[in-house]
């Protein structure tokens, strides 16, 4: 435990605080756990595919140790078969990230305070699921330093799903040859995310942003190099942008919109 501290920066003081962290570091492996069945297919699905494009099992070990970005692994994967410009494939998996982005912005006032070896190493673990459940955790506190508390949710969310997705990525490799096509594993990945954001979502921007890039991804398909997926993300964050600007009261509930108010007055 004192080397994981070390090594995100977390500062205990005293018996009771180290109680507090671990109890935290339970709580958000706990609070995960129900994601860990589709990460791991999404894991699984990713590895297999990747195996059955040709690349030696050592590297997709590698890549997912590295790269830990299904999505744009996906993506780029399906553009490099094709023969797709490398300018191409470079512009399509910086687009997929730029979730990644969003999500990190939306901890720094979490983590701002750390030195930079310790805060890239948060950027670096702060995926899709942590990042949705963590927002949604402290969705009513104003976000400022983090605390003993938040701290161990987030690394015991975190860590939990980092290393889920390299045991379903060694499984991946380990049984690509075995794992049947028409077993839609992608599909109950996709359902798994799609619940989490639904649970997420207060404003009607949100929900057209959403709608929006469903139905390009949905009838861009004959795009080639998976385009689709480029312009899905523009159309959609540009849609969204315009109905919170033209509507910036759009909640789709009151304790959304009383959230909202006690952030601005904070």
């Given at each position: 435990?004192?080397?994981?501290?070390?090594?995100?920066?977390?500062?205990?003081?005293?018996?009771?605080?180290?109680?507090e962290f671990d109890a935290a570091i339970r709580d958000g492996l706990q609070t995960i756990s129900s994601t860990v069945p589709a990460m791991m297919i999404w894991a699984v699905v990713t590895a297999a595919a990747m195996m059955g494009a040709g690349m030696p099992p050592l590297y997709v070990l590698l890549i997912n140790l590295v790269v830990y970005a299904a999505s744009a692994q996906l993506a780029v994967l399906a553009m490099l078969i094709a023969g797709a410009p490398m300018v191409m494939i470079w512009l399509t998996a910086c687009v997929v990230n730029l979730?990644?982005?969003?999500?990190?912005?939306?901890?720094?006032?979490?983590?701002?305070?750390?030195?930079?070896?310790?805060?890239?190493?948060?950027?670096?673990?702060?995926?899709?699921?942590?990042?949705?459940?963590?927002n949604h955790r402290y969705r009513n506190e104003v976000p400022t330093q983090a605390s003993v508390q938040q701290t161990?949710?987030?690394?015991?969310?975190?860590?939990?799903?980092?290393?889920?997705?390299?045991?379903?990525t060694v499984a991946g490799v380990l049984l690509a040859s075995l794992i049947p096509a028409e077993w839609g594993l992608k599909l109950a990945a996709a359902?798994?995310?799609?619940?989490?954001?639904?649970?997420?979502?207060?404003?009607?921007?949100?929900?057209?942003?959403?709608?929006?890039?469903?139905?390009?991804?949905?009838?861009?398909?004959f795009l080639p190099f998976n385009l689709w997926i480029f312009l899905a993300i523009i159309v959609g964050v540009a849609a969204a942008l315009l109905v919170e600007?033209?509507?910036?009261?759009?909640?789709?509930?009151?304790?959304?919109?009383?959230?909202?108010v006690q952030r601005e007055v904070s």
């Open positions: 435990m004192n080397k994981l501290c070390r090594l995100f920066g977390v500062k205990l003081d005293g018996h009771a605080q180290k109680l979730r990644f982005v969003i999500f990190s912005a939306s901890l720094k006032p979490y983590f701002q305070h750390l030195p930079f070896k310790h805060r890239w190493l948060y950027g670096f673990l702060n995926g899709d699921i942590n990042s949705m459940l963590f161990g949710f987030f690394l015991g969310m975190a860590l939990t799903n980092y290393l889920v997705w390299q045991v379903g359902l798994t995310l799609l619940v989490l954001v639904i649970k997420i979502v207060d404003h009607w921007a949100a929900v057209v942003g959403c709608l929006v890039t469903a139905l390009v991804a949905l009838f861009f398909q600007t033209v509507w910036p009261n759009g909640y789709l509930n009151q304790s959304a919109r009383l959230r909202a």
